[in-house]
T-cell receptor
Framework: ETGVTQTPRHLVMGMTNKKSLKCEQHLGHNAMYWYKQSAKKPLELMFV???????ENNSVPSRFSPECPNSSHLFLHLHTLQPEDSALYLCASSQGPHYGYTFGSGTRLTVV | SQQGEEDPQALSIQEGENATMNCSYK?????LQWYRQNSGRGLVHLILIRSNEREKHSGRLRVTLDTSKKSSSLLITASRAADTASYFCATSRNSGYALNFGKGTSLLVTP
């Protein structure tokens, strides 16, 4: 247990489904992040929240919709995904922009 | 691009040997970090070195940073089978929150 908890660990969804990924941290960190990890590619930053405000959004398709209701929780809402969206989705938190990240174990998403 | 690039892509050594991985990047940074990932799990933060530091140690890990060459190295001494993992460097700019990762070095330590 790293201090950042992601659920579910595995998710298989059809292209017409709607699902949500959940991330929770109780480390007192101010910033939370969503990253996408695909095979043989560097981690891709998707979204950054600082004190519940979105501060970075890296040209992510609108079928991915983040939500940060408070500084401890972060969601990634998914709808009408494509097979190429299959990947490991990683949540992380940090004290701020120039500190180390604590990652969750990730959600392995398969879109069929 | 800001992201780091690790070298080599894969490294295979025997237990007890030292493992050295290198990272190069392209623009100025606030700090550089190294992470480990075990087979598709989350990344674990190993060490952070700031741009005004040249060397840092943590247990069996030694990290160096050469900002004039825009490069860093991670040395794992007396490696163990449990060190088998992928290792990533990540760079943080002076502005913004983004931490940019390389593709990683896959390390295999055999008994």
């Amino acid at each position: 247990e790293t201090g950042v908890t992601q659920t579910p660990r595995h998710l298989v969804m059809g292209m017409t489904n709607k699902k949500s990924l959940k991330c929770e941290q109780h480390l007192g960190h101010n910033a939370m992040y969503w990253y996408k990890q695909s095979a043989k590619k560097p981690l891709e930053l998707m979204f950054v929240y600082s004190l519940e405000e979105r501060v970075e959004n890296n040209s992510v398709p609108s079928r991915f919709s983040p939500e940060c209701p408070n500084s401890s929780h972060l969601f990634l809402h998914l709808h009408t995904l494509q097979p190429e969206d299959s990947a490991l989705y990683l949540c992380a938190s940090s004290q701020g922009p120039h500190y180390g990240y604590t990652f969750g174990s990730g959600t392995r998403l398969t879109v069929v | 691009s800001q992201q780091g690039e690790e070298d080599p892509q894969a490294l295979s050594i025997q237990e007890g040997e030292n493992a050295t991985m290198n990272c190069s990047y392209k623009t100025s940074i606030n700090n550089l970090q190294w992470y480990r990932q075990n087979s598709g799990r989350g990344l674990v933060h190993l060490i952070l070195i700031r741009s005004n530091e040249r060397e840092k140690h943590s247990g069996r890990l030694r990290v160096t940073l050469d900002t004039s060459k825009k490069s860093s190295s991670l040395l794992i001494t007396a490696s163990r089978a449990a060190d088998t993992a992928s290792y990533f460097c990540a760079t943080s700019r002076n502005s913004g929150y983004a931490l940019n990762f390389g593709k990683g070095t896959s390390l295999l330590v055999t008994p």
